[in-house]
């Protein structure tokens, strides 16, 4: 499990990495409350729920724009935003003038910061990492991710409600500094050469670097021909759509509307979720459990939603506390492979478009959060949830069905061991 930090700067960038996933989970808690506590609406909820992954929109041109200038001198750049974001945060708490509509607009602009940052780094790993190493290093890197989730809600939950919002945010600004200095000591590998219209003059090939517009046009043409990066690009939009509304947007509306807790108990929540993961992702990172990696994203998927099925008809927190927790362990291990076989079956002078176009699936998310926050209004959470996980079973048998030699088939290179 530690072999990946053989290599020197994995070992600056997943503390990095660490520290921006601790800041980004402690935003999101402190955030998610304060619009649920101050406007008392669970459609502004899901509004800021949605906002919050506003920027998948942009990823595709993330992943050009690194593989441009280069996927670290874009993570730092990304870095040195969010700290100047957090800081804008804690001045306007501690002046007293933070209000529900800023904390919406500040939920647009983390988000972009946040999907520049998740696409960077998953391409900038893919760069940095030796083959044989890269299914160790996602597992590691998923942990702090995990770990974020258990520790950086607590954290958020216990900070905001024992000293406000204000110093909450100086230790937020802090983790973000942290994260900017180490990523200065991360040493980019050598990039593959940019994709160029040939032109011949004189009997000499010369080279023109090609448009934007035509680079992410290759881009998805070449994802169309790969029916592994289809597949996991699928599942991807679909997880997004139907799983991650409720345990990443809902659960401060679960907790008051369904449970009848406060906000330590959110806390415990979104912990434990976090707490599952995080195992899960160990399980990753020291076993071979993902060898057949696409036949084990797809069997995950499929359990995650059977989890899914069950904490939406669960009237009681330890229940419900259990069962998150499993759904953790079993989304880890279900999005992990994903990333594991975008980066295993993309050429390489394609990967940052590709993990852009990967990270734009993300933007099932607030599709699903808008679609689901009217929905239970009306209907319920149990009916509404529940519908959601049948809908995602279903559509994980079509995906299995319609490219199964590409993501089920033993000699399919995603399952290559």
Not at 225 to 249: D, E, I, M, R
């Amino acid at each position: 499990m530690l072999a990946p930090f053989q290599v020197r700067s994995f070992r600056f960038l997943w503390p990095a990495e660490l520290a921006t996933s601790w800041a980004l989970e402690m935003e999101t808690i402190i955030l998610g409350w304060y619009v649920l506590v101050e406007t008392g609406s669970v459609m502004l909820l899901a509004v800021f729920g949605a906002l919050m992954y506003f920027g998948a929109l942009l990823s595709p041109v993330f992943g050009l724009l690194g593989d441009r200038i280069g996927h670290r001198n874009l993570l730092c750049v990304t870095r040195a935003c969010a700290v100047m974001l957090a800081l804008t945060v804690m001045t306007l708490s501690f002046t007293h003038q933070l209000t529900a509509i800023l904390v919406l607009v500040v939920a647009t602009l983390v988000s972009v910061t946040r999907v520049a940052d998740l696409v960077t780094r998953y391409a900038l790993s893919g760069e940095i990492m030796p083959p044989g190493l890269l299914m160790g290093a996602m597992g590691i890197s998923r942990a702090n991710v995990d770990s974020a989730r258990v520790a950086g809600a607590l954290a958020g939950a216990g900070a905001v409600a024992a000293f406000g919002i204000g110093p909450a945010y100086a230790v937020i600004t802090c983790f973000y500094a942290v994260s900017f200095l180490l990523t200065l000591g991360v040493r980019e590998g050598a990039r593959p050469s940019q994709p160029s219209v040939g032109a011949v003059q004189g009997g000499a090939l010369a080279t023109v670097r090609a448009s934007p517009w035509r680079e992410l046009r290759e881009a998805v043409a070449y994802v169309r021909t790969q029916p592994a990066l289809l597949a996991a690009t699928a599942l991807a939009f679909l997880v997004n759509f139907t799983s991650y509304p409720v345990f990443f947007g809902l659960l401060p509306y679960v907790a008051k509307n369904v449970y009848g807790v406060g906000q330590t108990e959110l806390g415990y929540m979104a912990a434990s979720f976090g707490f599952g993961s995080l195992i899960g992702s160990v399980v990753l990172g020291a076993t071979h459990i993902a060898a057949r990696t696409a036949r084990v994203m797809v069997v995950a998927g499929l359990v995650w939603h059977l989890l899914l099925l069950a904490f939406a008809n669960v009237q009681n927190l330890p229940a419900g506390i259990a069962l998150l927790m499993l759904c953790g362990m079993v989304q880890s291990v279900c999005v992990t492979p994903i990333a594991v076989v975008m980066l295993r079956c993309a050429g390489e002078q394609f990967r940052g478009r590709v993990m852009g176009l990967r990270m734009l699936m993300i933007y099932g998310l607030p599709i699903g959060l808008f679609a689901i926050g009217p929905l239970i209004s009306r209907f319920g959470f149990a009916a509404i949830a529940s519908l959601y996980a049948l809908i995602g079973i279903l559509v994980i048998l079509l995906i299995t069905l319609r490219w199964r030699a590409a993501v089920w088939s033993l000699n399919a290179p995603a399952n290559a061991r």
